[in-house]
Protein backbone atom coordinates (compact mmCIF):
# COMPACT_ATOMS: atom_id res chain seq x y z
CA UNK A 1 0.00 0.00 0.00
CA UNK A 2 1.39 3.75 -0.61
CA UNK A 3 2.26 5.69 1.95
CA UNK A 4 1.45 9.03 0.95
CA UNK A 5 2.77 12.11 2.20
CA UNK A 6 0.56 14.48 4.45
CA UNK A 7 1.29 16.58 7.03
CA UNK A 8 -0.49 15.26 9.98
CA UNK A 9 -0.77 18.01 12.78
CA UNK A 10 -3.30 16.95 15.86
CA UNK A 11 -6.03 19.02 16.42
CA UNK A 12 -5.23 21.04 13.41
CA UNK A 13 -7.52 22.44 11.27
CA UNK A 14 -7.71 21.04 7.72
CA UNK A 15 -9.03 22.41 3.87
CA UNK A 16 -10.35 19.46 1.78
CA UNK A 17 -11.35 18.64 -1.57
CA UNK A 18 -12.84 15.44 -2.06
CA UNK A 19 -14.33 14.24 -5.93
CA UNK A 20 -16.53 11.37 -6.99
CA UNK A 21 -14.95 9.26 -9.58
CA UNK A 22 -16.99 10.51 -12.55
CA UNK A 23 -17.40 14.07 -12.16
CA UNK A 24 -18.60 14.98 -15.80
CA UNK A 25 -22.25 15.38 -15.56
CA UNK A 26 -22.59 13.64 -11.92
CA UNK A 27 -25.25 14.94 -9.16
CA UNK A 28 -24.48 12.13 -7.31
CA UNK A 29 -24.00 14.24 -3.84
CA UNK A 30 -26.69 16.71 -4.40
CA UNK A 31 -29.20 14.35 -5.27
CA UNK A 32 -29.00 12.03 -2.53
CA UNK A 33 -27.91 14.48 0.00
CA UNK A 34 -29.60 13.17 3.10
CA UNK A 35 -27.70 10.03 2.61
CA UNK A 36 -24.34 12.19 2.49
CA UNK A 37 -25.78 14.04 5.39
CA UNK A 38 -26.18 11.01 7.63
CA UNK A 39 -23.16 9.41 6.74
CA UNK A 40 -21.00 12.51 8.14
CA UNK A 41 -23.62 13.19 10.82
CA UNK A 42 -22.91 9.10 12.13
CA UNK A 43 -19.24 9.53 11.39
CA UNK A 44 -19.11 12.30 13.49
CA UNK A 45 -20.64 10.49 16.62
CA UNK A 46 -17.76 7.95 15.98
CA UNK A 47 -15.19 10.15 15.30
CA UNK A 48 -15.72 13.60 16.01
CA UNK A 49 -14.36 16.90 14.28
CA UNK A 50 -16.03 20.68 14.30
CA UNK A 51 -16.90 21.75 10.27
CA UNK A 52 -15.90 24.77 10.38
CA UNK A 53 -17.01 25.10 6.81
CA UNK A 54 -18.49 23.00 3.91
CA UNK A 55 -19.71 23.32 0.59
CA UNK A 56 -21.57 19.84 -1.45
CA UNK A 57 -21.83 20.48 -4.94
CA UNK A 58 -23.06 17.94 -7.60
CA UNK A 59 -19.85 16.15 -7.74
CA UNK A 60 -17.55 17.25 -5.26
CA UNK A 61 -17.32 18.94 -2.40
CA UNK A 62 -14.59 21.17 -0.44
CA UNK A 63 -14.62 21.77 3.72
CA UNK A 64 -12.67 22.72 6.14
CA UNK A 65 -12.17 21.03 9.68
CA UNK A 66 -11.03 21.29 12.79
CA UNK A 67 -9.64 17.83 14.83
CA UNK A 68 -10.20 17.18 18.07
CA UNK A 69 -6.52 18.04 20.58
CA UNK A 70 -4.08 14.85 20.30
CA UNK A 71 -6.39 13.75 16.75
CA UNK A 72 -4.52 13.81 13.37
CA UNK A 73 -6.28 10.97 11.23
CA UNK A 74 -8.54 12.86 9.08
CA UNK A 75 -8.16 10.30 6.48
CA UNK A 76 -9.97 7.37 8.78
CA UNK A 77 -12.63 9.77 8.64
CA UNK A 78 -13.07 10.63 5.55
CA UNK A 79 -12.90 6.24 4.75
CA UNK A 80 -15.23 6.14 6.86
CA UNK A 81 -17.82 8.63 5.04
CA UNK A 82 -17.20 7.68 1.94
CA UNK A 83 -17.81 3.90 3.02
CA UNK A 84 -21.28 5.26 5.05
CA UNK A 85 -23.03 7.03 1.77
CA UNK A 86 -21.61 4.38 -0.73
CA UNK A 87 -22.68 1.50 1.07
CA UNK A 88 -25.88 3.73 1.54
CA UNK A 89 -26.60 3.79 -2.78
CA UNK A 90 -28.05 0.98 -4.81
CA UNK A 91 -24.50 -0.85 -6.76
CA UNK A 92 -25.79 1.02 -10.08
CA UNK A 93 -21.91 2.24 -10.79
CA UNK A 94 -19.90 1.02 -13.46
CA UNK A 95 -17.16 -0.64 -11.85
CA UNK A 96 -13.55 -1.07 -13.43
CA UNK A 97 -12.30 -4.72 -13.23
CA UNK A 98 -9.27 -3.49 -10.82
CA UNK A 99 -12.05 -1.60 -8.68
CA UNK A 100 -14.12 -5.25 -9.06
CA UNK A 101 -11.18 -7.36 -7.87
CA UNK A 102 -10.66 -4.41 -4.77
CA UNK A 103 -14.50 -4.85 -3.95
CA UNK A 104 -14.15 -1.26 -4.24
CA UNK A 105 -17.80 1.04 -5.65
CA UNK A 106 -17.01 3.16 -8.45
CA UNK A 107 -18.20 5.96 -6.76
CA UNK A 108 -15.23 7.96 -4.81
CA UNK A 109 -11.92 8.98 -6.14
CA UNK A 110 -9.88 7.26 -4.20
CA UNK A 111 -7.45 10.02 -3.00
CA UNK A 112 -8.87 13.61 -1.84
CA UNK A 113 -6.49 16.83 -1.41
CA UNK A 114 -5.71 18.23 1.83
CA UNK A 115 -4.00 21.22 3.27
CA UNK A 116 -3.31 21.72 6.97
CA UNK A 117 -4.45 25.33 7.58
CA UNK A 118 -1.49 27.49 8.98
CA UNK A 119 -3.08 30.89 9.86
CA UNK A 120 -6.10 33.07 10.11
CA UNK A 121 -5.29 34.79 6.33
CA UNK A 122 -5.14 31.06 5.36
CA UNK A 123 -8.36 30.09 7.07
CA UNK A 124 -9.97 32.77 6.13
CA UNK A 125 -9.59 32.22 2.07
CA UNK A 126 -10.48 28.71 2.72
CA UNK A 127 -13.57 29.53 4.28
CA UNK A 128 -14.27 32.08 1.40
CA UNK A 129 -13.43 29.44 -0.94
CA UNK A 130 -15.43 26.84 -0.22
CA UNK A 131 -18.69 29.48 0.18
CA UNK A 132 -17.99 31.21 -3.08
CA UNK A 133 -17.50 27.44 -5.10
CA UNK A 134 -21.41 27.28 -6.37
CA UNK A 135 -20.77 30.91 -7.91
CA UNK A 136 -17.24 29.66 -9.42
CA UNK A 137 -19.17 26.85 -10.93
CA UNK A 138 -21.75 28.80 -12.01
CA UNK A 139 -24.62 27.22 -10.14
CA UNK A 140 -26.23 30.08 -8.63
CA UNK A 141 -26.20 33.68 -9.21
CA UNK A 142 -26.23 34.54 -5.41
CA UNK A 143 -24.83 32.36 -2.94
CA UNK A 144 -27.77 32.40 -0.73
CA UNK A 145 -29.72 30.15 -3.34
CA UNK A 146 -27.15 27.03 -3.12
CA UNK A 147 -28.91 24.96 -0.46
CA UNK A 148 -25.44 22.94 0.63
CA UNK A 149 -23.20 25.20 1.82
CA UNK A 150 -22.41 26.83 5.52
CA UNK A 151 -22.88 29.71 4.15
CA UNK A 152 -26.04 29.69 5.47
CA UNK A 153 -24.96 29.16 8.70
CA UNK A 154 -22.55 32.34 8.71
CA UNK A 155 -25.49 34.31 7.70
CA UNK A 156 -27.45 33.44 10.72
CA UNK A 157 -24.68 33.80 12.69
CA UNK A 158 -24.82 37.40 11.51
CA UNK A 159 -20.67 37.03 10.13
CA UNK A 160 -21.22 37.42 6.41
CA UNK A 161 -24.42 39.13 5.06
CA UNK A 162 -26.60 36.82 2.47
CA UNK A 163 -25.42 39.22 -0.20
CA UNK A 164 -21.80 38.61 0.45
CA UNK A 165 -20.33 37.61 -2.91
CA UNK A 166 -16.59 37.78 -2.07
CA UNK A 167 -13.89 35.96 -4.41
CA UNK A 168 -11.35 33.63 -3.36
CA UNK A 169 -7.82 33.52 -5.29
CA UNK A 170 -7.25 29.97 -4.25
CA UNK A 171 -6.84 27.72 -7.49
CA UNK A 172 -8.36 24.93 -5.97
CA UNK A 173 -11.35 22.86 -8.33
Not at 77 to 87: D, T, Y
Not at 122 to 141: E, R
Request: glycine letters at 4%; proline letters at 4%; hydrophobic letters at 35%.
Amino acid sequence: MSNYRRIRVPGGCYFFTVNLLERKSNTLLVDHIDLFRNAVRQTRKQHPFHIDAWVVLPEHMHCVWTLPLGDDDYSNRWRVIKQRFSRALPNTEHRSSTRIKRNERGIWQRRFWAHWITHEQDYAAHIDYCHWNPMKHGLVQRLADWPYSSFHRFVQAGILDEHWAGTSDLNQD
